[in-house]
T-cell receptor, first 115, second 114 residues
């Protein structure tokens, strides 16, 4: 089972550059989300989607864009990278039905450094 | 707004001893509560959840958690710790019957000493 696949695993950017973090899941999950993990701060939600064509902002959306053209894919775009965006990024997916919502399946993470 | 507090950044326990990782929450209405575990350089893995019913919830790898509504707590427990349980543990909450997303605590590093 592939589960949730994130690419790349590591990336170094210069301030002002743009890039896209890719996320794909093969479990037919309706719900997908992006989190960033910073030391001592836990995970903070950036953007999420409850289905193809539907996205919404989370807790820390500034500087990031998302789209959901298919059920499987949920890319995260950094428009103009800043050092404050240095972090580990996790994509997660789940069923959206009430009893299963919250049982997130996470990717392995993408470690981003912005110089 | 919903929130989760994990008051201990670090918990150390000897192998074979019982372990407890603490979590308190704040949410409007009834909570859905979750525990996740993260091993080094890996994504988080779902351990267990409380939705409704029995206050003692059993999950993966011998872990269990006790929901206490009056103390707004959801502490993670295991009767006998293993060295392999050493990892970062996250508590998370969201309100039931709502589309609001999960809010995670800051995490507790559990170290089980041989």
């Amino acid at each position: 089972n592939a589960g949730v696949t994130q690419t790349p695993k590591f990336q170094v950017l210069k301030t002002g550059q743009s890039m896209t973090l890719q996320c794909a899941q093969d479990m037919n999950h309706e719900y997908m989300s992006w989190y960033r993990q910073d030391p001592g701060m836990g995970l903070r939600l950036i953007h999420y989607s409850v289905g193809a064509g539907i996205t919404d902002q989370g807790e820390v959306p500034n500087g990031y864009n998302v789209s959901r053209s298919t059920t499987e894919d949920f890319p995260l775009r950094l428009l103009s990278a800043a050092p404050s965006q240095t972090s580990v990024y996790f994509c997660a997916s789940s069923y959206s039905t009430s009893g299963r919502a919250g049982e997130l399946f996470f990717g392995e993470g993408s470690r981003l450094t912005v110089l | 707004a919903q929130s989760v507090a994990q008051p201990e950044d670090q918990v150390n326990v000897a192998e074979g001893n019982p372990l407890t990782v603490k979590c308190t929450y704040s949410v409007s209405g009834n909570p859905y509560l979750f525990w996740y575990v993260q091993y080094p350089n890996r994504g988080l893995q779902f351990l267990l959840k409380y939705i409704t019913g029995d206050n003692l919830v059993k999950g993966s790898y011998g872990f269990e958690a006790e929901f206490n509504k009056s103390q707004t707590s959801f502490h993670l427990k295991k009767p006998s710790a293993l060295v392999s349980d050493s990892a970062l543990y996250f508590c998370a909450v969201r309100p039931s019957g709502s589309a609001r997303q999960l809010t995670f605590g800051s995490g507790t590093q559990l170290t089980v000493l041989p």
